[in-house]
């Protein structure tokens, strides 16, 4: 048939091999031309070690790779910190996993070390061998402290009350007030990329979809797109489709679960109640669609499987439902104060420290993968809501709107759709050597990124996976300046970042 | 007013006691079930409250390392405070025979004994949640304390006295005193100190677990075991003897008065019922009111008290006034 879309391949990736020196002036040549700072990913070649840098831009979608070589016995680089702060961030990571020296860097603190790693040990290296035993060697951590007169520490954490993941949170506060405050992560970190090493990509999806919890949608698409293009395995666009709606049925589910955990942290139990109501039936419908309530395999390498398609009514009703229940939680006084002006977040500060997602378009950042490195076209049903003021209410607000757009984009994907398995078709090309591919998605949360490198036999050589929370963390302690201690969980359940995704 | 000791007073004394003891963690319970079937869920049911003491009572004793005597001491001071003003109160008789000690200054105090024992214990601990919990919880009892004083004073001034029995009394001989404005006043302004002062929402949430947001669950963070449930007990008992005070206030009907011999004593069971029935009724209906609330930012707490002691305030100008 004519009218039946083509394949859509991934926009071609430009990739420039880089010599150390020359590299601030690319990078900085690529900011200036909007480019944002994607992925970067330590590699360890048998005679080097290898540094990529992935930059994208959109409208139109580029995606710009640069390769360091290191010298394997003395790793230094040129530290980007200056240029961009999300790329400090990378290097402190790679320096903690690799053991690669950002030169200059300004903030040279460990990331991702705890004090009992034994120091010297790299653990993404080929020969790092098994964990060795912990000890003390690091010492603890070097915590700037506040002085002054009737300035305390509040110490939280790494162990909260509540089924919540691991965190510590070092506040210095001045009656109720925050003046600074750390987040020390990484306390799961558990290798998770070196786990997809030397597993057969269809063996990998499944840890690819446990990255994190709440986001197996998004994280088994980045990676099954990054597999696809480094395979050159080519994916009907009705499977495009197919996946794009189980995206927004993640995005769904998740975002009713925060509205109504905002509306806890107020403490009005009825709201969240509703919004739980809600989300079960959302689940539910997940459960009919794949089989498990977290959507898992519904996602597979070349295609994706649906058992049902969503009923586009259903969903309709519970748009409404959910509007209303927003339309309640913002007409209720006491809540709405709770919302308004709390930890705003500006946009110089969003676009600076490079948040994604709707952390971001709550800033006024105006950041959509599903838009700016789409994997299937949306058409005009597809918009992107931003506010300007930063704070909690806007963060509330985008969720909500985002909710109606979803089920907007599913009503119109799902018409005319039949369910079952849909395959790939033949690879389009050969494949020779070497092989990478880079897979961009919006999750719920924000934009995943994952490239991959397959060795010649085609198993995994090298999986980087960067989740949104990655680059949003940084931004929760800038919005809080100000703001005061109690306010501190709505704060944090506004942003709602992954500490699987981010600690990996 | 009087003075006289009467095997009814004692017995009704003795019963309210007991009543408040064993009721209280039923009321807790009753108010968690309202809260619970309002928001759809099953609940867990009205013993849950003594089901959960019983099991902290088989528990070993744990103090946290580097605390001292107050730490020990302070959850029998809450306790012994509670039960005392328990007694005390006019909850199913006015003739109590620590009738003397039923000044409103000496119930008031009493109750602060406990709060500031709890938030002493707090400060013991030497953790920055202990410390955040108690200066959080004295800034609140540093306005709720003036505005209770000032409400049940001006319902003392028609009576001529601050002894509660009397007012009471009182008020059960003259009810359309009920409806003047000195009472409608005072009574505003004392239900917002009762939730202020037993943490309930919009000040404070006794249901949460975010240790950041917390008032008076992050003063008791580190008790555990039978110490642990000796506070909730406390509590508990706190709650009803406030909500008791705010019934028998306003609605003294059903206790017994001072009637002699057989009479009296016959009317206690009713008295004891009647009381039962009113703060089982207030608390089903705090929790309810609950339920639509949210809880307040921090900083508007004190706007909020600082609103109800404008009540209070005005209650007491109009007794004056209006006498």
């Known amino acids: 048939m004519t009218t039946e879309p083509t394949h859509q391949d991934p926009a071609a990736r430009t990739v420039a091999d880089v010599a150390p020196a020359e590299l601030p002036d690319r990078v900085a040549a690529l900011l200036a031309e909007h480019h944002r700072p994607a992925l970067v990913a330590a590699h360890q070649d048998p005679d080097a070690l290898r540094v990529v840098y992935l930059f994208t831009a959109a409208s139109p979608d580029r995606r710009t790779e640069l390769h360091v070589r290191l010298d394997p016995d003395d790793p230094v680089l ?104 750390k987040a020390r992560l990484w306390f799961v970190h558990k290798g998770v990329e070196k786990l997809f090493q030397g597993r057969v990509p269809a063996d990998a ?99 994706a499987v649906l058992r049902t398609v969503p009923d586009a009514y259903r969903l309709k009703a519970l748009g409404e439902d959910v509007a209303e229940i927003v339309d309640l939680a913002l007409g209720h006084t006491v809540v709405a ?17 490079g948040t994604l997602g709707y952390v971001a378009r709550a800033s006024g950042v105006d950041v959509d993968a599903r838009r700016d490195h789409p994997f299937t076209d949306l058409g005009p049903t597809l918009t992107v809501p931003t506010c300007d003021t930063g704070d909690v209410l806007a963060r509330f607000r985008i969720r909500a709107e985002e909710i109606a757009v979803s089920i907007a984009l599913i009503g119109e994907l799902a018409d005319g759709m039949a369910p079952g398995r849909i395959g790939s078709w033949a690879p389009s090309k050969a494949r020779d ?24 036999d085609g198993t995994l050589a090298r999986v980087k996976i960067v989740d949104p929370s990655f680059f949003n963390w940084p931004a929760l302690p800038v919005a809080l300046n100000g703001a005061i201690v109690p306010d501190f969980p709505l704060v944090n359940k506004s942003f709602n970042l992954s500490y699987a995704g981010n600690d990996l | ?67 001292g005597p107050v730490f020990r001491a302070a959850p029998l001071v809450l306790a012994a405070t509670a039960l005392v003003a328990a007694g005390v109160v006019p909850i199913a008789t006015t003739e109590s025979p620590l009738d003397g000690a039923a000044d409103l200054f000496a119930v008031t105090a009493l109750l602060a004994l406990g709060t500031v024992a709890l938030a002493l214990a707090a400060l013991d601990t030497a953790t920055a949640f202990g410390g955040m919990g108690a ?27 601050t002894n509660l029995g009397a007012i009471v009394n009182s008020t059960l001989h003259e009810p359309q005193r009920v409806v003047s404005p000195v009472s409608l006043l005072a009574a505003v302004a004392l239900a917002v100190v009762v939730i202020a002062e037993t943490g309930r929402i919009p000040v404070d949430n006794p249901a949460t677990h975010l240790e950041l947001t917390m008032i008076h669950e992050a003063m008791v963070l580190e008790y555990a075991g039978p110490d642990l449930a000796l506070v909730e007990w406390a509590s508990a008992m706190r709650l009803t003897v406030l909500l008791g005070l705010v019934a028998n206030l306003f609605a003294p ?41 949210a809880k307040l930012r921090m900083f508007r707490v004190p706007e909020l008290l600082a609103g109800s002691f404008v009540l209070a305030l005005l209650a007491v100008a109009a007794s004056f006034f209006l006498a």
Request: proline share 7%; with cysteine; net charge neutral.
């Open chain 1, 337 to 353: 104060d709770r919302f308004t002006g709390t930890a705003p977040l500006s946009t110089a500060a969003a676009r600076d420290l």
């Open chain 1, 78 to 181: 040129p530290s980007l910190a200056a240029l961009s702060f999300p790329v400090g961030r990378f290097e402190r990571e790679m320096h903690d996993l690799y053991g690669i020296v950002p030169k200059d860097h300004p903030l040279p603190r460990r990331l991702v070390r705890h004090h009992h790693w034994p120091r010297g040990w790299y653990p993404m290296r080929a020969d790092a061998g098994p964990p060795p035993a912990f000890g003390d060697p690091e010492g603890p951590y070097p915590f700037v402290s506040v002085e002054g007169r009737g300035v305390y520490e509040i110490p939280v954490g790494p162990v909260h009350a509540g089924l919540i993941e691991p965190g510590h949170f070092r506040f210095s506060v001045v009656g109720e007030s925050i003046l600074k405050l």
């Open chain 2, 135 to 161: 200066s959080r919880e004295m800034t609140v009892l540093a306005l709720v304390e003036p505005t209770i004083l000032m409400s049940v004073f001006a319902l003392s001034v028609p009576v001529g006295s």
């Open chain 2, 253 to 293: 009907w059903g206790i017994a008065g001072a009637d002699s011999g057989w009479v009296a004593l016959a009317a206690l069971p009713l008295a004891l019922a009647a009381f039962a029935a009113k703060v089982t009724l207030l608390g089903g209906a705090l929790a309810a009111g609950e339920v639509f609330m």
């Open chain 2, 1 to 67: 007013m009087s003075g006289s000791t009467t095997l009814a007073g004692t017995v009704g004394a003795a019963a309210q006691v007991v009543l408040v003891a064993a009721g209280s963690p039923l009321l807790v319970g009753v108010m968690r079930q309202v809260r619970a079937r309002l928001e759809g869920r099953a609940g867990a049911g009205v013993l849950q409250p003594w089901r959960d003491l019983r099991k902290l009572l088989r528990k070993e004793a744990i103090t946290p390392h580097g605390t």
């Open chain 1, 205 to 303: 999806l499944e840890l690819a979809e446990r990255v994190s919890g709440d986001t197996s949608v998004g994280h088994a698409l980045a990676f099954c797109l990054a597999v696809e293009e480094a395979t050159g395995m080519r994916v009907p666009p009705e499977a495009q489709r197919m996946r794009a709606v189980l995206l927004e049925l993640e995005r769904l589910y998740n975002h009713v679960t925060d509205l109504g955990a905002l509306c806890n942290d107020v403490a009005h139990s009825v709201l969240n109640a509703q919004f739980g109501r809600v989300r079960e039936q959302l689940l539910r419908l997940n459960a009919e669609v794949t089989g498990h309530r977290l959507l898992r395999g519904g996602v597979v390498l070349g295609g």
């Open chain 1, 433 to 456: 050597g070497l092989a990478s591919g880079v897979g961009i998605v919006e999750g719920w949360r924000g934009t995943i990124t994952h490239r991959v490198e397959l060795a010649a």
